[in-house]
Every structure is written in structure tokens, then in C-alpha cells.
């Protein structure tokens, strides 16, 4: 089926991107954010549930991460803030991990883990920060800095 037709009023017709587009569009996304390796996460997604993989690739990579109105480090200092307040900890990692990649301190991750004791608790937290932590040892980062008070 050929791809369907859009333009605004005024504007000449374009061609909307396939659905094959938009999954290498998110799976370019998701290389770069990965320093070129698979995301494995994705990968056993893409095994166990296609659909959920190439829909993930599509729309959540290819349509919404992949826009330029944010710079990549924005975007993961934004995404780490929503997963960790959602309690969503493997998608946080995984973020904070991106956030890294594109070159955020660990002292601003850290803050991250302090902003969102505001708006999702303590408890909240608490898990992002022992998350970010093993994240830190996995990548050999020291942690540890004073507390200001």
C-alpha cells in the first residue's frame, strides 16, 4: 500500500513516512543513543513481542524521541525524572545509562534522583538513587561526593 498523502492547506503535497521508515528512523535513535550497540531491552522485545518492538521503534523512537525540539541530553534528564517518579526503574536505568552516553555528569544524575523527592516521595527516590548507583558501579563511576548543606 502506498504511503498516504498529507500537506497542509497552502502547502505543496509530501509523502507521510512508511512504518518501515519510522522503525529505522527509531532503531538509528536508539544505536546512537547506545554508543552503536543494540539496546538489549529492545532486542528481547523485538524477539518476544514483534509488534511491541516495531511500535516502540515507530512511534515512541522514530515519531516522538527522534524530534529535534529538545537536545539529547535534555530529553534523558526529562525521561529520567518521569521513569524514576513512575517508579519505573529498568526504564530509568536505561536512560540514565543514554544520559551518560551523551555526556551528563554523575553529578547531575544525582540531582536528578534529589529534584524528584519533591513531586514522587522519598521512597521513590530512594530506589532511583540505589538504581543510579548500581549503574555507576556497573560503569566503574565513583559515586560518592559531600552532601550540601
Do not use: C
Not at 502547502?11 to 552503536?36: F, H
Not at 515512541?60 to 535534555?74: H, I, K, M, N, S
Not at 521513569?83 to 551528563?104: C, D, E, M, R, T
Request: hydrophobic share 45%.
Amino acid at each position: 500500500m502506498p504511503a498516504a498523502r498529507v500537506s497542509p492547506p497552502g502547502e505543496p503535497t509530501r509523502t507521510s513516512p512508511t512504518v518501515a521508515d519510522r522503525v529505522a528512523r527509531g532503531e538509528a535513535l536508539v544505536s546512537e543513543l547506545n554508543g552503536g550497540k543494540p539496546q538489549p531491552a529492545l532486542e528481547a522485545m523485538r524477539r518476544d513481542f514483534p509488534f511491541l518492538a516495531e511500535a516502540t521503534a515507530a512511534y515512541a523512537l522514530g515519531d516522538v524521541w527522534g524530534r529535534q525540539e529538545l537536545d539529547v541530553r535534555t530529553r534523558q534528564l526529562a525521561a529520567m525524572a518521569a521513569f524514576a517518579s513512575l517508579g519505573q526503574l529498568a526504564q530509568f536505568k536505561i536512560h540514565a545509562s543514554y544520559a551518560l552516553n551523551a555526556g551528563v555528569k554523575p553529578e547531575e544524575l544525582k540531582e536528578i534522583v534529589y529534584l524528584i523527592t519533591v513531586p514522587a516521595g522519598f521512597p521513590r527516590a530512594i530506589d532511583a538513587s540505589q538504581v543510579l548507583k548500581q549503574l555507576f558501579d556497573e560503569r566503574g563511576i565513583e559515586s560518592s561526593s559531600q552532601v550540601r548543606r
